[in-house]
């Protein structure tokens, strides 16, 4: 049975935020973490710093995973170092700003819009799953997780381009299941409600923090730390007969 410290992981866009909590949460249980990041090599090596700090073994690898060729690099130098793959955290996506009262709305919203946001939640996933697919294969149990958002079940602010490109991803989960279930590879999402404190969250209106907050059955806004335990899950043994499922964290929020 594969415990935590078996495992490499690798957690795109983790070098704050909800990725960052995400590294954190492998490292408490001696797993060897890949802190993917793109611009911000200060939080990345911070991130890096505090997982070996938990015992966990840690490196920070830049790479822009809409980049195929970066993207390949970057798996060959994982597998060169630590000569396996057993999970993959897709928790990066392209920018995008919450702000639900400056939102465009339906008639302002172009095809561009659409698409940067396809790219981020498709194409970024697309990139990595492919690389990492081939080192996932040769695990007897292994396991990829994709981030979304419970505003494809319930979308409170109608943020259009970014909502339709999670629940894109959702269905592309279902998909890879369904195919990959003949290797043991697990494919599922983890569809958080508003998580506070991150940076795309850091601006959002008191107001409406107390309307989730009242609408939510726990009585509050999610952390970071919330979303890590179910990411543990979804990697380990506990769940090794559930794939293809979306898990809604938000503390009721979607009921």
């Known amino acids: 049975?594969?415990?935590?410290?078996?495992?490499?992981?690798?957690?795109?866009?983790?070098?704050?935020?909800?990725?960052?909590?995400?590294?954190?949460?492998?490292?408490?249980?001696?797993?060897?973490?890949?802190?993917?990041?793109?611009?911000?090599?200060?939080?990345?090596?911070?991130?890096?710093?505090?997982?070996?700090?938990?015992?966990?073994?840690?490196?920070?690898?830049?790479?822009?995973?809409?980049?195929?060729?970066?993207?390949?690099?970057?798996?060959?130098?994982?597998?060169?170092?630590?000569?396996?793959?057993?999970?993959?955290?897709?928790?990066?996506?392209?920018s995008f700003e919450f702000n639900s009262e400056n939102r465009k709305i339906i008639e302002e919203i172009t095809w561009n819009d659409y698409l940067s946001q396809f790219e981020g939640a498709l194409k970024y996933t697309h990139n990595t799953v492919k690389y990492c697919l081939p080192h996932l294969k040769k695990q007897s149990n292994s396991s990829i997780i994709n981030i979304t958002s419970n505003l494809t079940k319930r979308p409170i602010i109608p943020y259009h381009q970014y909502n339709i490109a999670k629940s894109t991803l959702e269905s592309y989960t279902k998909n890879l299941a369904r195919e990959l279930g003949q290797y043991n590879i697990r494919v599922n999402?983890?569809?958080?409600?508003?998580?506070?404190?991150?940076?795309?969250?850091?601006?959002?209106?008191?107001?409406?923090?107390?309307?989730?907050?009242?609408?939510?059955?726990?009585?509050?806004?999610?952390?970071?730390?919330?979303?890590?335990?179910?990411?543990l899950f979804f990697s380990s043994q506990w769940s090794d007969f559930i794939t293809g499922q979306t898990l809604y964290v938000d503390g009721g929020f979607t009921i």
């Open 189 to 231: 999402c983890i569809a958080p409600g508003l998580v506070y404190p991150t940076k795309g969250t850091i601006n959002t209106k008191e107001s409406l923090k107390e309307e989730i907050i009242h609408q939510t059955p726990l009585g509050r806004i999610a952390t970071p730390n919330d979303i890590a335990g179910s990411v």
């Open 1 to 94: 049975m594969t415990t935590f410290k078996e495992h490499v992981i690798l957690i795109t866009g983790s070098s704050r935020g909800i990725g960052r909590s995400i590294a954190l949460a492998f490292a408490k249980e001696k797993s060897t973490v890949i802190i993917n990041y793109l611009a911000n090599e200060k939080a990345a090596l911070k991130t890096v710093e505090d997982c070996k700090s938990l015992g966990g073994h840690a490196e920070a690898i830049k790479a822009d995973i809409k980049n195929e060729v970066e993207v390949k690099k970057m798996i060959d130098n994982i597998i060169k170092n630590y000569g396996k793959l057993t999970c993959l955290v897709n928790n990066a996506f392209a």
